[in-house]
């Protein structure tokens, strides 16, 4: 079975393409961690869990979410992580979640997408968005391959950024980044409510017809890249860039 988080999906068009080629069912978990759905989940195959990469590492509400489900049937989980550029050293602590969970590791991907994270940085136009999908194409087939020969991902070797990006700055940037406030509508916003639909957290009502962040924000960019009327800005940071979701 492939599970797959995502924000403005690029996880998701990954998952699909591993579901076809391997021919299995893929499963959004998007709605389960939204209603903190933590029953069962039951797969005779090996698990796929493809996810975009946070401050590299695996996003901490996926991670909880996987804490807190028991996964039954098959034991051995393969791991996909979207990026923008690099994952760091993230198969450190994907290795250790799956030692506490009493998974067979069967090793993390990386696959580079279109960056999304506006927030910081620029995200692509659509025709260079779709070019680099396209590349991305090429380490899906490797994925696949690896998991329809019972394989193992091999696990490449990381320098002191790497190490340092997925632990000091990873903790740093959650508590120093990751925050909600920045986030307003312009007068652009018609009060349609998808940007409460699309978050995660269930961080955001809508009062008098607009839109208000509550404090439990991930960063995960689906409010301000799926707003139909590009109505949500963070800060100065969003303004004038390209808002993103996979073309494909």
Sequence with gaps: ??????????????ANRIGEQ????????????????????????????????YAWQMPRILKDFIQQTKFKGNKCVY????CGDSTGNMTKYISELC??????????????M??????MFNAPEKAEAVKIIKKADDVIKNIVDVIKHN?????????????????????????????AKKFYATDACIGCGKCKQVCPLNNIDLKDGRPVWGDQCTHCMACICKCPKEAIEYGNRSKGKPRYQCPL
């Design 1 to 14: 079975m492939v599970l797959y988080y995502t924000g403005t999906g690029n996880s998701e068009y990954v």
């Design 22 to 53: 391997i021919e299995d069912e893929v499963m959004n978990l998007f709605d389960k961690i939204k209603s903190h759905d933590y029953s069962d989940i039951y797969s005779g195959r090996p698990y796929v869990i493809v996810y975009p990469t």
């Design 79 to 82: 791991f996909g992580a979207t």
């Design 99 to 112: 030692r506490q969970k009493s998974f067979n590791y069967m090793g993390c991907a990386q696959v580079v």
């Design 114 to 119: 279109p960056e999304n994270y506006i927030a």
């Design 151 to 179: 394989g193992t991902i091999p696990m490449k070797k990381v320098g002191m950024l790497a190490r340092l990006s997925s632990g000091m700055i990873n903790t740093g940037f959650y508590s120093m980044i990751i925050s």
